[in-house]
């Protein structure tokens, strides 16, 4: 699904041990665990918890777990990109084996819509299933970013939320000419160089962060067969540029090639 792997399995009770051995094989991903029925108990990092019907957890392959998975257990996990979902949160060990339950309104959507994915695999076209999974990977974001809260992890949890809802409002005004950085401060009540030092965090700022999102957002109807029929100024223009020269230009030094040619490629 995207950028997104998915695996759901069942089991007669069984118990995992991931081992040192086992720590490089998968470091650019993590685990979100989300248990569909029976129950799952997994310890990773000093923590244990114990995951029920709707639950979820977030497990790194890169650490030492075990788990142990009772009869009748079907668990279905979604393979995250690590570096997708640190661009969101920051750095994750602290939020490892986090129980994610059904307490709130928030939380509920994000188990509901993990668990809607496998039956939509296969039956949407590629950017619908890249929109798909950035969704899915915002609501992952925003449910650790709760499980956090109160601990004390490298970023806190209101640094987490605050650049979770300032990439919330960049995404909201994409295609507003008009948007610029106070009014993205403005909208999640902070100033901009406030804002702007959070966000230095993972190496960005307001201004980069629009830019970033608008070429991906541009990038992603060239390259839709569906979109083929639009010129390459209507796509800029519709998602917020205004100079087509200086839309090329960041265009090619992010991708490799102008979006003409982009979207030749693509057709």
């Known amino acids: 699904m995207g950028t997104l792997d998915l695996i759901a399995f069942q089991n007669s009770p069984l118990r995992v041990e991931h081992g040192q051995a086992h720590t490089r ?16 108990s997994v310890e990773q990092d000093g923590r244990q918890i114990t995951l029920h019907p709707g639950d979820m957890t977030l497990l790194d392959p890169a650490l030492p777990y075990s788990a142990n998975f009772s009869p009748g257990s079907k668990t279905l996990v979604l393979k995250l990109p690590r570096r997708e979902l640190q661009a969101r949160l920051g750095k994750t060990r602290s939020m490892v084996a986090r129980l994610i339950e059904l307490d709130s309104a928030e939380d509920s959507l994000t188990s509901s819509f993990n668990a809607a994915l496998p039956a939509l695999v296969g039956e949407m076209r590629p950017v619908c299933e890249q929109l798909v999974a950035n969704f899915m990977l915002d609501l992952i974001a925003l449910s650790l970013a709760k499980a956090i809260k109160g601990t004390t ?4 949890s209101s640094k987490a939320m605050a650049i979770l809802q300032i990439r919330a409002a960049v995404k909201a005004r994409l295609a507003d000419p008009d948007l610029d950085v106070q009014s993205i401060a403005d909208a999640v009540g902070l100033s901009v160089r406030y804002a702007n030092d959070i966000l ?3 190496d960005t700022s307001i201004g980069r962060l629009i830019l970033t999102e608008r070429l991906e957002r541009c990038r992603q109807a060239l390259g839709d067969p569906a979109q ?12 917020g540029f205004s100079d087509l020269t200086h839309f090329g230009r960041c265009f090619k030094k992010a991708y490799g090639m102008s979006p003409r040619d982009y979207q030749i490629s693509h057709r």
Do not use: Y
């Not at 992890?153 to 806190?156: F, K």
């Not at 083929?228 to 998602?239: P, Q, T």
């Open 228 to 239: 083929s029929c639009r010129s390459v100024s209507e796509v800029a223009f519709g998602w």
């Open 200 to 202: 230095a965090w993972q």
């Open 25 to 40: 094989r998968s470091p650019e991903q993590l685990f979100l665990c989300r248990e569909t029925s029976g129950s799952m």
């Open 153 to 156: 992890p490298r970023i806190s």
